[in-house]
């Protein structure tokens, strides 16, 4: 008798550990599928957010960690489009000493085309002056004044937003021209393949920093499409293909196959 409920206790203590130990992996579990689920958080805050997704312009970072940069002066935070004045306020230390454009665009009467030489190819895009005249402004003032030339493609996402992001000679995401200027050509704004568009740190704060979309984005209407290539997505769909170099397969990083920017021309189409 004695022996049969030693047995019973056993078994007992026996399934009383099973339980356990299923409880220890359930909870381990659910603490996996809490962090993927954090993960994958992010991955749609770098979709939707203005600040995380894409910073662009002076001292700021172009990922997750970005931080705010000093602003001389408020900025307004939408042009009128199109613009016959542009306003450019000072902020932050140019990565380059290439001074402020010309408050008068000068370029709007006309269709232009950029060509923007790369290690990679050639990459043509038609400029949108009559939609974001103060944006092409002061892009077309940059690449007269070669702040583009030898600049690094800095980043690259391949999952969630897809996009190649140049513009800073420092390569590192915080380098900026040395002033800010209004969002434009907001409204209806989509970023499908092709589209060029300013990175950001928030409305108001375009500076050098821009993107390149590869393939449809589900980026919100927060950045200034200001171009359409035309020639050369190609180059930057392979580069895609060869993915990052992000070890922690979140598909955002410095490009494997880097890309270096030699020059942009101007041209009028």
Same mark, same amino acid.
């Given at each position: ?6 047995r019973?206790?056993?078994l ?20 996996r599928?809490?962090i993927i689920?954090a993960?994958?958080c992010a991955v ?5 957010g203005?600040?995380v997704a894409? +910073?662009?312009g002076?001292?700021k970072?172009?990922?997750a960690?970005?931080t ?6 408020p ?6 489009e199109?613009a +016959? ?7 932050g230390?140019?990565?380059?000493q290439?001074?402020?454009?010309p408050?008068k665009?000068?370029f ?6 950029a060509a923007?030489?790369?290690n ?6 038609d400029?949108?002056n009559?939609?974001a ?7 077309i003032y940059?690449?007269g004044?070669?702040?583009f030339n ?5 980043r ?9 992001q140049?513009?800073d000679p420092t390569?590192?995401g915080?380098?900026g021209?040395g002033?800010? @200027?209004?969002?434009?050509n907001l409204?209806?704004a989509?970023y ?11 409305p108001g704060?375009?500076?050098?920093q821009f993107?390149?979309v590869?393939r *449809? +984005?589900?980026l919100p209407?927060?950045?200034?499409? @200001?171009?359409?290539?035309v020639?050369g997505?190609?180059?930057?769909q ?8 992000n070890? *922690?397969?979140?598909g955002?990083?410095h ?6 920017i030699?020059r942009?021309t101007?041209?009028k189409?």
């Open positions: 008798m004695a022996g049969k409920k030693e019973q206790r056993k007992a203590r026996e399934r009383y550990q099973r339980q356990q130990a299923r409880r220890i992996q359930r909870t381990q579990r659910w603490r599928i809490g689920v993960a994958c749609i805050a770098l979709a939707a203005g600040y894409l +910073s662009g002076g001292n970072t172009a990922a960690t970005a705010p940069n000093p602003t001389a002066s900025t307004p935070t939408l042009a009128a199109p +016959s004045h542009c306003t450019y306020t000072p902020s230390t140019a990565a380059r290439v001074g402020i454009p408050a665009p000068a709007k009467g006309a269709k232009y085309q923007v030489k790369t990679r190819g050639t990459i043509v895009l400029l949108l009559h939609q005249t103060c944006t092409v402004n002061s892009f940059l690449a004044q070669k702040y030898n600049t690094p493609c800095h690259l996402t391949t999952t969630g937003i897809y996009v190649l140049c513009g390569g590192t915080r380098g021209p002033y800010q @200027f209004a969002d434009e409204t209806g989509k499908t393949e092709g589209t060029v568009a300013m990175a950001n740190g928030g704060t375009n500076g050098s993107f390149l590869y *449809n +984005s589900p209407p927060n950045y200034t499409p @200001f171009g359409k290539i020639s997505l190609g180059i930057i392979n580069v895609a293909k060869a993915g990052t170099d070890s *922690n397969g979140n955002d990083g490009p494997k196959e880097k890309v270096t030699a942009v101007i041209t189409a």
